[in-house]
């Protein structure tokens, strides 16, 4: 049975950081594309950013490119989100997901995803 378990979110002042972990149990996160996915109140839910399979690629929604970063260990079956530079437009529930998909063109919508996590909330004020 695969799990996977987000944690990290909290309430934070703007500009403030927070890093999110996604801990997976069931499968190799190393062997997956592994993508983050937040979703606001009264929103869709949007791509943040996700990691490739293999080489580790990376690749991230403009609103939060060169604020966020994502990465993965390996021997710890865990993928994180750092984000630095929070502003109040962050404040979502944050959710893990994994394929086993690299298609490119496809990675960036939650449909590709076949495994997701619970959430962790991110509240970002002023």
């Known amino acids: 049975q695969v799990q996977l378990v987000e944690s990290g979110g909290e309430s934070v002042q703007v500009g403030g950081s927070l890093r999110l972990s996604c801990v997976a149990s069931?499968?190799?996160?190393?062997?997956?594309?592994t993508g983050w996915f937040r979703q606001a109140p009264g929103k869709e839910r949007e791509f943040v950013a996700t990691i490739f399979r293999s080489g580790g690629h990376t690749y991230y929604a403009d609103s939060v490119k060169g604020r966020f970063t994502i990465s993965r260990d390996n021997a710890k079956n865990t993928v994180y989100l750092q984000m630095n530079s929070l502003k109040p437009e962050d404040t979502a529930v944050y959710y893990c997901a994994t394929t086993s998909s690299a298609i490119l063109s496809t990675i960036r919508t939650a449909a590709a995803y076949n495994y997701w996590g619970q959430g962790t909330e991110v509240i970002v004020s002023s």
């Open positions: 069931g499968r190799s996160l190393r062997s997956d594309t």
